[in-house]
């Protein structure tokens, strides 16, 4: 029984050292075979294989073994975009190396637990068992809440929440170990016991997998939203665009009919009624023509919208622009950066009793285009040094794809209350 014990810890040991190379290489790389039973395969082959070798107990041979099978499947199996196989090679051996140090740690640790509780009189095979288990969990979550976060290729930060799951994990994980040390220090053998500690390992494997997953399924989920909200915003300023070019379409329709009409006034004498004729038709011209703010004619054509809808609900807007070059950002960022923060300041500076308006000022500073965003507002409330939005489920949405197309350029935002103003001021790279 006890060679069976033996074995099964020198499986779980190498089943968790298998399970986090394999996480680290499929999250780190592009696999070079499109079936997946080829890498399942690969995974139970090593598993048996550095099973065997660490059974012989010679600790040149297991060394040798692991940083040899992880280095020879990073070379063969996955590549990049930029192939550096080396490389690869290299960050896998490192990380094995990591693992090594760990499960050495784990060793000590316990050592230092038991020589602390003044506990000596433990059975070999549970004492071996009880170092499995906690090299095992010092592995675990040194790849989780270290490597994992430093050698990470997707830009996809780390939750709070994750670190607070990963903490309340690692936490009752240890208070078990503890429970378990107390039951073994008498020198009985409890196969229950045994049993727990191996679900402990896998249970903890798998959770602080689950949790990751989860939060990068969630952290994508609200980049959809964003990309939603985008394309919405995107679409419903084209339909916008297009009733304007109805509309210039149906005055230039009557244009003829206009200048006749016009003619025949002056022709009849009547040059005060035509001249208030020429100006109704300006009138109606007017809007259809942007005002030339910038180089950047999508910008020119926004601010002319916003100015036009800030006119209609009563706010007051003044613009100053230096000579500086727009052209460099894109339509749909245009589109996404001004369009969100207007209609922000819009919707906040409608809501002030009293004198409502909007500032808008851009210039540069330091070789960066610096655009500033000031409006009356009401009390604004934060969270995570963000306003909090009222607009329910996808409130805020707005705000994230203005950092998302901020980020294109190099750029960060700051956002600000003083008094009754609230203040956005964006820095972008030409």
Request: charged share 20%; proline share 2%.
């Amino acid at each position: 029984m006890d060679k069976f014990l033996y074995i099964m810890c020198n499986f779980l040991s190498c089943f968790a050292v298998t399970a986090i190379m394999f996480q680290f290489m499929n999250s780190r790389y592009k696999k070079s075979n499109h079936r997946k039973y080829v890498y399942a395969l690969v995974e139970v082959v090593i598993l048996v294989c550095v099973v065997c070798i660490n059974l012989m107990n010679v600790s040149l041979l297991k060394l040798v073994a692991w940083f040899a099978v992880f280095g020879i499947s990073a070379y063969f199996l996955y590549y990049e975009d930029v192939d550096k196989p080396l490389r690869r090679m290299l960050e896998c051996e490192a990380l094995m190396f990591c693992m090594v140090v760990c499960e050495s740690l784990g060793v000590f640790i316990l050592r230092w637990i038991l020589q602390a509780m003044s506990i000596k009189n433990i059975n070999a095979i549970m004492l071996r068992c009880l170092e499995v288990t906690f090299s095992a969990l010092i592995i675990i979550f040194f790849y989780y809440m270290v490597i994992s976060r430093l050698m990470k290729k997707s830009n996809i930060p780390y939750s709070k929440s994750q670190y607070v799951f990963y903490s309340i994990i690692l936490g009752y994980s240890f208070i078990n170990m503890l429970a378990i040390i107390e039951i073994f220090k008498q020198g009985q053998i409890n196969y229950l016991c045994m049993i727990n500690m191996g679900c402990i390992v896998l249970a903890d494997l798998y959770l602080l997998y689950f949790v990751k997953m989860a939060d990068e399924k969630n952290y994508y989920e609200n980049q959809v939203k964003v990309l939603e909200q985008q394309a919405k915003m995107q679409y419903e300023y084209y339909l916008e665009q297009t009733k304007k070019y109805d509309k210039t379409v149906q005055i230039l329709h009557d244009v003829k009919k206009h200048i006749k009409a016009i003619e025949d006034l002056y022709l009849a004498g009547q040059e005060q009624t035509a001249g208030m004729y020429m100006k109704e038709i300006g009138g109606l011209l007017k809007p259809l023509i942007p005002t030339q703010y910038t180089g950047n004619p999508i910008l020119n054509i926004l601010l002319t919208d916003k100015e036009i809808l800030m006119k209609d609900k009563g706010i007051s807007m003044e613009i100053k622009i230096d000579n500086v070059s727009l052209e460099f950002i894109e339509p749909i960022d245009v589109t996404t950066i001004f369009g969100n923060l207007l209609d922000n300041a819009i919707e906040a500076a409608e809501k002030v009793e009293g004198n409502k308006w909007i500032y808008m000022k851009i210039g540069s500073r330091h070789q960066m285009i610096v655009i500033r965003i000031e409006n009356s507002c009401n009390t604004v409330r934060w969270k995570n040094d963000m306003p909090m939005s009222r607009k329910g489920k996808n409130g805020g949405i707005g705000l994230l794809n203005v950092k998302s197309s901020i980020e294109k350029y190099d750029g960060y935002i700051k956002l600000k209350q003083e008094n009754q103003k609230f203040i956005a001021e964006l820095f972008l790279n030409s």
